[in-house]
């Protein structure tokens, strides 16, 4: 399944999906974003730039865990939700990428460290197929306002 670009994403269509449940389709883009993205990629690559290293130096220059950080190019959501990246600095994922660490990590940034309000955030790791960066490891993470 793909939820195409010109369709927005209702939360009820991302609460079937969590840390143990991560979705096995794709979620689409707005053309002016999809349009981004390629414009984007296309300027890193023709500077030699892999995608990979220019996430790793913009994040972790200065060897943090993990940086989170509202996405440049998120899915074609509904206006009530945003979406953030948790990026993960793989030289500590196997210390971070845990469901807890994830949990304490989205209380901390967005509920003063309240746990018992995540159900208003829907988060996963994207399955490996579904990556477009594949190197780097990193959570989607949805809030809904």
């Not at 349009?35 to 296309?42: I, P």
Request: one cysteine or more; hydrophobic letters at 35%; glycine letters at 2%.
């Amino acid at each position: 399944m793909f939820v195409t670009q010109d369709n927005q994403i209702p939360w009820n269509l991302l609460t079937p999906f969590s840390w143990d449940n991560p979705p096995d389709i794709s979620f689409g883009r707005t053309k002016e974003i999809c349009e981004k993205y390629t414009k984007h990629t296309l300027d890193l690559k023709s500077r030699n730039i892999d995608i990979n290293k220019y996430l790793a130096d913009k994040y972790f220059t200065n060897d943090c865990y993990y940086s989170i950080d509202i996405n440049t190019f998120p899915y074609n959501l509904c206006e009530n939700i945003e979406h953030w990246i948790i990026w993960i600095n793989p030289k500590y994922q196997h210390m971070i990428k845990t469901k807890n660490n994830i949990e304490v990590i989205i209380a901390n940034n967005f509920y003063y460290g309240d746990k018992s309000k995540l159900k208003n955030v829907i988060y996963f790791e994207n399955l490996e197929c579904r990556r477009s960066i594949k190197c780097l490891p990193h959570i989607q993470v949805f809030k809904l306002n």
